[in-house]
Nanobody, 124 residues
């Protein structure tokens, strides 16, 4: 069982930055690939970024490539999402997820554990 708790969301102006954190419980955090997903009102959940258990492999949605960076600290059981050059269309609830795998999944159905999410609002 893995429990995930996100933090770091908030209100920011367009062009600004935020760093999201996702703290995980459990001693096997380093065995899980981690992903960030987001869901805006009236829209389906969409993939944002994911990272392998070792941190050696990452994937990004085209819409955030070059602006967002995913990273992890296995000693702290935490995964991060650094978001720069934010746009109003980045406004959504951001959730982290964990999958016990050695690949880097990008589809929500692959992930076994989910956090509650944190709201990110980007004003124009």
């Amino acid at each position: 069982q893995v429990q995930l708790v996100e933090s770091g969301g908030g209100l920011v102006q367009a062009g600004g930055s935020l760093r999201l954190s996702c703290a995980a419980s459990g001693r096997t955090f380093s065995s899980y690939a981690m992903g960030w997903f987001r869901q805006a009102p009236g829209k389906e959940r969409e993939f944002v970024a994911a990272i392998s258990w070792s941190g050696g492999s990452t994937k990004y949605a085209d819409s955030v490539k070059g602006r967002f960076t995913i990273s992890r600290d296995n000693a702290k059981n935490t995964v991060y999402l650094q978001m720069n050059s934010l746009k109003p269309e980045d406004t959504a609830v951001y959730s982290c997820a964990a999958d016990y795998t050695n690949v880097v999944p990008t589809t929500p159905s692959r992930y076994d554990y989910w956090g509650q999410g944190t709201q990110v609002t980007v004003s124009s």
